[in-house]
């Protein structure tokens, strides 16, 4: 594992997070340790670049890097001006149904500065966000997406986003899952 690549993920996202946002830096200790789990069973060669994206998936909600407005992206620009891996980068501007959001927003412009990139790399983040409560526990997919649109005005361009995007979350997390299930189930095969 290359340690130093999630370790300065994680100091910059505490250092932007922790004691500006407590409740969203509880969300993405929640986050990151779910990545942390599943990423190395899934996707080994990608695990450090996940584990990274999913400790800076939010730091644009901090008042110092947001810009936009739109988290992902000014997360991810903030990403790439910390030198992190275009993997990382990519995989913040894109995680959670970001597209959706974007076209409510009017900023697809700014996300398509960032390549999309690989679905199963991306599922493997959307599905540690999106079943991870605001407090940092674990959560059904379903109830989070709930949880999400009850937090938002039904006119705020995140209730549309989600609401637009909730098969595409629920799917990517259906996919991690059967893949978490096939993992497993090799693993116990005996030898």
Do not use: C
């Not at 300065?8 to 996202?13: K, P, Q």
């Not at 959001?101 to 599922?123: K, M, N, S, Y």
């Amino acid at each position: 594992m290359n340690q130093n690549l999630v370790d300065r993920a994680r100091t910059l996202a505490s250092e932007r997070l922790a004691v500006a946002m407590p409740q969203r830096w509880a969300h993405v200790l929640g986050v990151a340790r779910t990545a942390s789990d599943i990423a190395p069973r899934l996707l080994v060669r990608d695990a450090d670049e996940i584990v990274a994206a999913a400790w800076l998936h939010d730091v644009g909600y901090a008042p110092s890097i947001a810009m936009t407005g739109f988290h992902p992206v000014d997360g991810a620009r903030f990403a790439k001006s910390a030198g992190m891996p275009d993997l990382v980068v990519s995989l913040i501007a894109h995680h959670s149904g970001a597209s959706a959001e974007a076209i409510e927003r009017g900023l697809t412009a700014q996300l398509a500065e960032f390549d999309r990139p690989p679905g199963v790399v991306l599922d493997v983040v959307t599905y540690a966000d999106m079943t991870t409560a605001p407090d940092g526990t674990p959560i059904d997919a379903e109830r989070r997406v709930s949880e999400i649109l009850s937090r938002y005005s039904s006119d705020d361009p995140v209730h549309a986003a989600v609401s637009r995007s909730s098969v595409e979350l629920l799917s990517s997390v259906d996919r991690i899952k059967e893949q978490l299930r096939f993992a497993h189930a090799e693993a116990t095969q005996p030898r």
